[in-house]
């Protein structure tokens, strides 16, 4: 069983890029699970729960700067710590 007292509180969009401004470091010591209607989502680099979105990479498609094109899927969002 995990304590839930040090965890730091989920925020409504977060990131997994530490290049983003909505990366928060603290969240990534801890498991955190995706859920997008209702299903589990383990490939999710970026979410936003009031907006209602999480953006996963595409398999092949790449930037400029060689990083993966984001793919944005709408729905239901749940973060939880597992």
């Known amino acids: 069983m995990t ?3 040090s965890q ?4 409504d969009r977060l990131s997994g890029n530490p290049r983003s401004p909505h990366h928060v470091a ?3 010591n801890y498991d955190i699970g995706i859920r997008l209607n209702g ?3 383990f490939d ?4 936003c729960i009031s907006e209602g979105w999480v ?3 595409s398999p092949k498609a790449l930037d400029r700067r060689g990083q993966p ?3 944005t899927l709408k729905g239901t ?3 939880f710590y597992k």
């Open 3 to 5: 304590d839930t007292t």
């Open 8 to 11: 730091p509180a989920l925020p």
């Open 26 to 28: 603290e969240c990534f």
């Open 39 to 41: 299903k589990e989502r």
């Open 44 to 47: 999710v680099d970026e979410y």
């Open 55 to 57: 953006k996963i990479p």
């Open 69 to 71: 094109i984001l793919i």
């Open 77 to 79: 969002v749940e973060a």
